[in-house]
């Protein structure tokens, strides 16, 4: 009985050793917060690590079993992703794409990455593919467009990348922006037309009262004296609201353009 009990408790050890492994070398590689490689996400916020991951879990590249998980080490051949087998040549791996992602993802995690031409050693001359990507895009994902960049002198150049990635979201922001400073001016100005309009009606509204009220040339003239005071005081806040409302509208979308481009 206690034999039994000893091969049994042997035997969920290495089951459960088995799985632990399975999902260690199913796991994602991460960028490394400290990197300073926050430009290389997709406009989901993904990293360059979960991008060549998900990029392979639509067919037909899915068939290529290939995953990149967390590099081992940072130096020495750990420190990196090597390229497809040869059994593993595809135009899913054997593209500049994923090789550029696979390399950004090992830089960000303090590793390194190889040449193209180590990257693409076993690949057969039709699965080279450069600057696109050969198959359908996995739904929950996007390709950043760095990652379609050519290659510098045979390998992936990040500081290309990094600048091109800046300037994509340069070109974003600034889209965003013209697109929501004419809606600013537009609010502003039919915030000003109705402070003027409102103002406007309490000016006659006034006027009228002095018509219907007076009753004695002495009181009608200091009736008229006293209104005609109180609708130029209104008279001034209406001048007055409309040039605030204004001033506000074009205020707000000064201060927009100068946050902007303080910031680039």
């Known amino acids: 009985m206690y034999r039994l009990s000893e091969r049994v408790l042997a035997v969920a050890t290495l089951a459960l050793a088995g799985l632990q492994g399975a999902l260690a070398q199913g796991s994602a590689g991460q960028c490394l917060a400290s990197s ?22 639509a067919n037909p590249c899915s068939q290529s079993g290939i ?33 550029g ?8 995690q303090n590793g390194t990455f190889l040449y193209w031409s180590e990257w693409t050693d076993n690949c057969y001359a039709n699965d080279t593919v450069y600057q696109q990507w050969p ?15 050519p290659l510098v002198n045979g390998f992936w150049d990040g500081v290309e990348a990094k600048n091109n990635a800046c300037k994509s979201s340069f070109h974003q922001i600034s889209r965003t922006i013209i697109t929501f400073l004419p809606l600013a001016a537009a609010v502003a100005t039919q ?3 109705a402070s003027s309009s409102t103002a406007s009606s309490s000016s006659s509204t006034s006027l009228v009262v002095v018509s219907t009220t007076s009753t004695a ?4 003239s200091t009736a008229a004296s006293t209104t005609s005071a109180s609708a130029s005081a209104t008279g001034s806040g ?5 040039r605030v409302a204004g001033g506000v509208g074009g205020g707000f979308a000064g201060a927009v353009l100068l946050a902007f481009f303080g910031v680039f």
């Open 217 to 220: 040339p002495s009181t009608h």
């Open 67 to 99: 995953s990149y998980p967390p590099l081992k080490n940072t130096t020495g051949p750990d420190s990196y992703y090597v390229g497809p087998s040869a059994a593993q040549s595809t135009q899913c791996t054997c593209n500049t794409v994923i090789y």
């Open 238 to 242: 209406t001048s007055g609201a409309g």
């Open 36 to 57: 300073g490689y926050g430009w290389a996400t997709n406009s989901l916020g993904q990293d360059p690590c979960q991008v060549a991951n998900d990029l392979f879990a």
């Open 135 to 149: 198959a359908s895009i996995a739904s929950g994902t996007t390709i950043p467009p760095w990652a379609y960049m």
């Open 191 to 193: 915030s000003s037309t």
């Open 101 to 108: 992602l696979a390399s950004a993802c090992g830089l960000c």
